[in-house]
């Protein structure tokens, strides 16, 4: 497995899996053959997992622990603290909490579920409005002098809370959304982390989806799926988004690959230190977003997919979402 640095010397496989998808709710009926699917990453080189303690909450960490177990030594294992979640019970309240003893509390769940005595990589899973980033960053650096955390990361952080945060704790990684369907990070993110020395590891590379190819406007979402919710999944707005599916099947045709392939290949092209963190729940799947490692875009694949200037229709989350996260 081909490996790249993230920030502050945390070397990492060169793509990382999500366990997200794996139960977000507090039932997780698969739950053996994910824990199948992660072992079965680590024997194909993968070892950068993403898991959180509000996926549940508390449910998927708990999944992680138990299928990094027996191979916690070959893995790197980031998690996330940051909402206001009772540590006792599990109840979301709703709200951002980075306090200081929240987030230590927090740590000591994760800890003890994940089965581990340390976390690789510790997020804030988003900036609280209400707590200085130097003391969101001052409490993991506390963590980490006390062994129980290995690097600290940040999540949809915006430029200003990096730079605070880095001031007092190094940062590792930042985690936000960026794909040919989110370049956003772009105008100011992406220049701030390459300043600061800080890796990038985006999720929804392959924008929840949809430049698999797999997805067109006859495509019916369930009640349950978020997609169904956001405006850049209503059918009018996949019908326009569609032509970047259509450019990418065009390219990978030149490299015999998928879209999904071109489309992470696309990410690993940008910058040496970025990471691009995927989920997937099929065997299938996984082998497909390896096999991106193998696709070489040359310059004129990267001019092409530039010059062709798509412009993604419709915004990426409904906007109490987008609200309520601070995105």
């Known amino acids: 497995m081909i490996k790249r640095k ?6 990492v496989s060169a793509l990382s899996l999500g366990a997200m998808g794996y139960g977000k709710s507090r039932q997780i009926p698969d739950r053996a053959e994910m824990i199948d699917l992660l072992r079965t990453a680590v024997d194909r080189g993968m070892d950068f997992f993403d898991t959180a303690e509000a996926y549940g909450p ?3 960490e708990e999944m992680v622990g138990e299928a990094m177990a027996p191979v ?7 998690t996330k603290f940051g ?3 009772d540590p006792d019970t599990g109840v979301h309240r709703g709200d951002v909490n980075s306090k200081p003893d929240h987030v230590v509390r927090a740590v000591e769940g994760s800890l003890k579920r994940l089965q581990t005595d340390h976390i690789d990589l510790l997020y804030q899973h988003r900036v609280d409005p209400k707590v200085p980033m130097e003391d969101v960053a001052g409490t993991v650096k506390r963590l980490i002098e006390a ?3 290995r690097y600290f990361g940040l999540s949809e952080a915006g430029a200003q809370s990096i730079r605070r945060a880095h001031g007092v704790q190094p940062v590792a990684a930042l985690q936000s959304e960026y794909s040919l369907w989110t370049r956003e990070p772009e105008t100011e993110i992406i220049p701030t982390v ?3 020395g800080i890796g990038l590891v985006p999720y929804s590379p392959l924008g929840k989806g949809f430049l698999t190819g797999k997805i067109d406007e006859t495509t019916a979402f369930s009640s349950r799926d978020l997609r169904g919710r956001i405006p850049r999944f209503s059918p009018e707005a996949i019908r326009k988004n569609r032509r970047l599916v259509d450019l990418l099947a065009v390219i990978g ?4 690959a998928t879209p999904a392939q071109v489309a ?3 990410l690993l092209a940008q910058k040496p230190w970025i990471v691009p963190l995927f989920g997937t729940r099929k065997l299938e799947r996984l082998e497909e977003n390896l096999g991106a490692l193998s696709v070489a875009l040359t310059g004129d694949d990267l001019d092409q997919i530039e010059t062709a200037n798509i412009k993604i229709e419709g915004a990426r989350y409904p906007e109490e979402i987008l609200r309520r996260s601070g995105l």
């Open 6 to 11: 993230l920030g502050q010397g945390l070397e």
């Open 253 to 256: 045709q030149r490299h015999g």
């Open 147 to 149: 062994g129980k955390v």
């Open 264 to 266: 992470l290949a696309w």
């Open 83 to 85: 909402w206001d979640i």
């Open 72 to 78: 916690r030594h070959r893995v790197k294992i980031a």
């Open 58 to 60: 508390f449910t998927n």
């Open 194 to 196: 390459e300043e600061l």
